[in-house]
């Protein structure tokens, strides 16, 4: 936007002063190349010259060498003068050869052959060379020339003495290859001839290049009066290591210079006149920017003001006219003062002093005295000299309502979202609606939530609103939102409502009423996005509401679960433990209720329980607690009662409970057991009351007593139980009880603290026909060191819940293989030694194999041994017993039916067992010979086993009528204490022994 402007042409008289600079460009390329052939000629003839000169100097070398080579070996071999002169007079051939050879050997190669002759006879010669005249020359040392049978050339040498003479061939292919090792003389061809009887002959040559050598490289010399002559040239290795390349260089430097600064040259002149085009095309450019620069200004959303460093305004834009409502000719007359307030022209006067930062915010006044908040960008520049200033401003009022609007709902988001009541959360939230910035003079509002099909309950308000919903239906939908009705009561007065939904289902209902002069659009945008967090603010609180109800309840019958019924029970403790007062907590027990679900379906069975939980709630008062605990149990909380009242209740409770249940067209009727515990005398704090009124419950049960009340002596029992649950632990923990019984070897250990702690016990059993002892049955006692001798029938079923009754069971068994094993090696006759194997015990799949290991250990037999099974336990599982029972007959083990009658036997079952002997329980002994049902029991089960072909034992014989009787009755073996009390190995063995000789039973 500057006022300059430049003109795209050169002037005339400066580009004329180019062209005549570069008129004369071809001649500096054209003096290059002269200049480089003049200094390639000097060089070349410089470098010739030089290359002669040292040729020639090399040659010479060689020649020297050569010829100094010659004559030293010729020289050498004069000097044997003297040793000849000291074999003067010998002509001994032996003495001849030894000289010879060792003069070849000192020269080698170079010394082909050698002849001695003695007054010119031949006497002896060394080596393979010419043919030797017959009669050597007379008269001093000669040398001559000879050819041996390949045509090679030999210098002969002559050397006489007054009696002797010594002919001597030399090589002169070795002597001249030795003259030639050094490196420098190894890069010539050379050529040797000598002139003999007026003959040239070439002697040697070490170059197969038969052209003639250049004349300045023939050298002549002469030894002993034979002329040689020496022709070398320069190999191409030579000629390659001694060449100067120095005009080479000289004229490929000047060419190459020639042609840079040509290059140089013509680039000056190519770049010169691309700046000149390029200056053009960059002033259309910046005319053609200016005018779209413009354009963009002029067309720009924001409004852009041009101003002085006066503050008047020299340009604006039609956005900026849109914004300010001022046209034409008026903006002139207008300073950025006249347009901003006056907070915002201050933030601007400093920033154009350099006083303060850039503001990002100002505020506009239009030409209708309106305030509008803008967004501003301002920069400074010069023009023509001048400081100018460019201010963008847009709009932003629109975004702040958006802004805000965006935080608002983050805001309220969190605060639906929050732990605290629905109430308050709805309160907080009206607040944060109505804080800005809509303009809305007074508002009310108030959140109503459906509770029913048309029933609308108040949950909070901000305001004055009212406490039930005003009715809408007649009220007019909004355009392009039908859940929103607007209702207009006067001039600037509104009612709003707006229907909460959530997935086609109505939540509720926000009421609002405003006094403004317009409802704002985008006020209405932001109920629309207040309707979804409302909604899900609704579904939770219902949501927290079910979860809070299936926390505390039971889902099935809806009553109490066992969480609420402890926290009833803990308010009631301390409610009657400030008043002085009692309470009393009930656990109930369906008793037939599983063979409702095994033989009804389990649909039956939770039809039982919802109505047990009706008829329950039925007999209670208000006041009073029916919970289900879980499964088939129920407990009952009656605060202010005692045990009087508490019987009371639950006879009421049986009765309701003892009438038939209506299900699938049956009447089923199902009874219960009901154990009752008191406050303070039965429990002071929950987990007593709940522990006292289940074990009264259990022993209800076991008792078919119905109900029963928790008493001191079942506390007394039960701690004595827990008493022993702990010392068995104990035990164990010391290793007394621990499993030894390892897959790998079988191996168990036992000592003194086993014998002592657990010792085992023999009670004989006796055939009725003769009163002799038929068999044992091992029993197992536990010495405690406070409560003394314990029985089985207190601490194994201890043994089986821990789960140390496997330990316990083998330990037994171990104990009555070796009293067998000592039996038998001793010679007393004894029967098998039974021993009782426990449900637990019968379910290990490697219970077989594990009595195997055993009675290998003990160097036992296995029909010493018998196994007892319980009728409970063999018809828990009767498949798994049945097989167990097969797997030890096949060893050989004795099996036999324990505790007959007293469980549910299937004879289809029974019939299946391997079982040799059934013993009769003595609960139907007790009562005979006098009760009538027990005599009918025992004659039936006598009978009934020796059609299975099996013995029948009766144990619990105490006295002589029973014994009568069982004997009348063809009862095969008793045991009881009529004939022996349980013994200690050792006293059983003298029991043994004693009775050998005895036809009859002791009976003590």
Known sequence: MGDGRSSPHMPTEPRKAHRAIHRPLWLIPLAGILISCAAYQLFHHKTTIHSQQRLEQDARLLGAQVRNILQRQLDEHAALDEVMADMSGRDQPEAWQRFMRKLRQRHGQALSAMAAYHQRHWLVREGQGAPLPSTPCAGGNTLSLAQDEQGRWLLRQTQHTQDHCIVSDWNLQAMLQQALSPAPLRQFHMRLFAQWRHHRHLVYSNSERARPMPLHNRQQFVLAELPFILETQPTPAWLAQHQDRTDLIALASGLFLTVLITLLL???????????????????????????????????????????????????????????????????????????????????????????????????????????????????????????????????????????????????????????????????????????????????????????????????????????????????????????????????????????????????????????????????????????????????????????????????????NRRLFIDRLHHAIAMAKRERGTLSVMFLDLDRFKAVNDTLGHDAGDEVLREAGRRLTQVLRESDTAARLGGDEFAVLLPKTNMEMASSVARKLLFSLQEPFHLQQHNINIGTSIGIATYPDEGKDVDALLKHADAAMYQAKKNHAHIHHFSGEMEARARRMLALEQDLTQVADKGVLKQHYLARAGAMLHGESDERVFPVYFQSKHRLVDGKVSGFESLLRWNHPVLGQVPPGEFIHLAEESGYIRAITNWVIFKACLQAEQWAREGIRFGPIAVNISAVQLMHEDMAKELIKIIQRAGAQPEWLEIEITETAAMHDPEVAAALMHELADIGIHIAIDDFGTGYSSLSYLKRFPAKALKIDRTFIQGLPDDADDRAIVRSTIAMAHALDMKVVAEGVENEGQYQFLREASCDEVQGFLFTQPMPPDAMTAFLREQGAKNTPSRS
């Open 266 to 560: 013509y680039t000056r002149r190519h770049v010169t006149r691309r700046l000149a085009r390029k200056l053009e095309a960059q002033t259309r450019r910046l005319k053609q920017q200016h005018l779209e620069l413009a354009s963009v200004i002029d067309h720009a959303h924001d409004a852009v003001l041009l101003t002085g460093e006066d503050g008047m305004v020299l340009r604006a834009n039609p956005a900026a006219d849109a914004l300010f409502g001022y046209h034409g000719e008026t903006w002139h007359e207008l300073s950025i003062h006249d347009l901003m307030t006056e907070a915002s022209w201050l933030q601007f006067h400093a920033w154009s002093e350099q006083h303060a930062t850039m503001p990002k915010r100002l505020y506009v006044r239009t030409a209708s005295g309106e305030t509008i908040p803008c967004e501003s960008n301002i920069g400074s520049f010069l023009s023509n000299g001048h400081k100018r200033f460019a201010l963008t401003l847009r709009d932003i009022s629109a975004q702040i309502v958006q802004d805000w609007t965006n935080r608002a709902l983050l805001q309220l988001r969190k605060i639906s979202q929050q732990p605290s009541p629905l109430s308050e959360r709805t309160h907080e939230m009206l607040e944060t609606m109505f804080s800005e910035p809509w303009g809305i003079m007074h508002a009310s509002a108030a959140l109503y939530i459906r509770e029913g099909d048309d029933q609308l309950s108040l949950v909070s308000h901000y305001g004055e609103a009212p406490d039930t919903c005003p009715s809408y239906r007649n009220a007019q939908s909004l355009p392009g939102n039908a859940e929103t009705h607007l209702v207009t009561i006067s001039d600037g007065h509104y009612r709003l409502y707006m229907r909460i939904r959530h997935k086609h289902e109505e939540l509720g209902v926000l009421y609002l009423e405003l006094r403004t002069h317009e409802v704002p659009t985008s006020f209405l945008d932001f109920l629309d996005h207040l309707e979804e967090i409302l909604a899900l603010m609704i579904t939770s609180h219902h949501a927290e509401e079910n979860l809070t109800h299936l926390s505390y309840y039971d889902a099935l019958t809806g009553l109490p």
